[in-house]
């Protein structure tokens, strides 16, 4: 049975074109379809700029930028295909996933010529070009190279206004990712010097019409909340900035995962549920 509430703008990810995913593309659609979902945004990562920012998992397989461009020259058209395969059941909208470091601005807008993607997300997953959530001993090292965590933040999120000035993605991705690793992030990001470089993106995320990503995969994890956190989200609310679901699904077990869920905490907080339909903003 078909629910207009079920969408997610941030996920999708398969183990055909994802190194740290699982299963085909699509049979995650398929899964998609049987929950009942009548929107769905496949966001699958970009290629890296350069070989230093090939993912360890990529590094583990031996690929190279090379084979990873052409992977993801693969994904848009296996996603174009499927869009039009099941256009009666699912509307299903091609998109990407990006990346902030060195180099980003152009090596994106490279690909969005190429590919012409339907939309774009807006990731920050790099301070000073090193990653710093795919692992624990990651942050830890970044939070060091930064001199403390509370700079991390401020960095983080002076990278983030960049992407977003830079790209202007319809959705801004998971927008406090920089507390995954800090079990103190909550007191954190109430520190002066980073609340008010919160309220500054999110005033450019409201002037500039984008979504913000209510990001589930910290349920997934067995998180008390998804990302975004409860403060950063009441101020999203009184600044009228939509949040959108997004399952951050890596397989298709995690397909629509805790979309359910996130629509009852956002109803309840008095978001609207009307989800606008992404667009690839110039």
Known sequence: MKNQLLVSLHGGHSGEFCSHAKDHLEDIILRYIDLGFTKVGITEHIPPAHEDFIYPDEKMLGLTVENLEKRFAAYFQKLRSLQKKYASEIQI??????????????????????????????????????????S??????????CGSHEALYEQYFDHQMDMILTLKPFVVAHFDLVRIFDPEYEKRLLIPSIREKILRNLGLIKSLNLVLDFNLRPLKRGEKEPYITTSIRKTAKEMGIPLVPGDDSHGVSEAGGHVERAITILASEGFGTDWPDPILIT
């Open 136 to 145: 624990r001993e990651d942050y830890d090292r970044v939070v060091a190279l």
């Open 93 to 134: 909208f091609a998109g990407m996933e990006t990346e902030t470091y060195a180099g980003y601005a152009a090596h994106i807008k490279t690909l969005i010529s190429r590919f012409n993607p339907d939309y774009i997300v807006g990731s920050v997953h790099h301070v000073n070009d090193i990653c710093f959530d795919y």
